[in-house]
Structure formats: C-alpha cells, structure tokens
Nanobody, 113 residues
Framework: QVQLVESGGGLVQPGGTLRLSCLAS????????VAWFRRPPGMQRELVAQ???????GYEDLVKGRSTISRDSAKNALYLQMDSLKPEDTAVYYC???????WGQGTQVTVSS
C-alpha cells in the first residue's frame, strides 16, 4: 500500500498563497486517480480537487478558480497550489489515493490575520 506524506501547510493571511505537497512511496501512485481533501474544524472531510490517471482534473466549487492540482511523476508527488486564501479555507488537508484507499496524515492550513 502506498504511503503518503503531506507538507506545506501553515499560517497564512487572507489573500495569501500556499503550495501543499504530497510525496508517495511508490511510482504506481503516478497512474492512480488521486485527490486533495480537507477537514475544516468541526466538519466532515470534503473533496477539494482531484486528478485522474489521464491527467484531467476536477475542482469543487469552493476552490475553483483559486486552486491548481498537479502531479510530478518523476518525484512521485502531488501538489495543490492555493491562491487568494480565505479564512474558510482553514482545515487539515489530506491527499488520497483512490486505488490504494490510502490517506496521508494531513497538513494544517490556517488562514487568519
């Protein structure tokens, strides 16, 4: 089973930018449908963005136009670039591999002035 490790979270002011990274333990990750989810405080985990095996992408309305999901197959990595961050983007962000049903441990993003 693939192991996933997220990084890149932190405290950022409203309107700021963050780039989250997810490193996978194996190259098979690069052929899987993978995604970023988030869990806001006191709420259930929700889908943010996903990238399919063919490279196509999909975004949920809450982040559409402000976020970009991408992958680097040479590094077995998944990224989420988030711009124009809002306080409601505060959450723990997780990457997920649909094929292996694997989750990372999450990285905290806090948007606050």
């Amino acid at each position: 089973q693939v192991q996933l490790v997220e990084s890149g979270g932190g405290l950022v002011q409203p309107g700021g930018t963050l780039r989250l990274s997810c490193l996978a333990s194996g190259s098979a990750f690069n052929t899987h449908r993978v995604a970023w989810f988030r869990r806001p405080p006191g709420m259930q985990r929700e889908l943010v963005a996903q990238i399919f095996a063919d490279g196509s992408t999909g975004y949920e309305d809450l982040v559409k136009g402000r976020s970009t999901i991408s992958r680097d197959s040479a590094k077995n990595a998944l990224y989420l670039q988030m711009d124009s961050l809002k306080p409601e983007d505060t959450a723990v962000y997780y990457c997920y591999d649909y094929f292996d049903n694997s989750w990372g441990q999450g990285t905290q993003v806090t948007v606050s002035s």
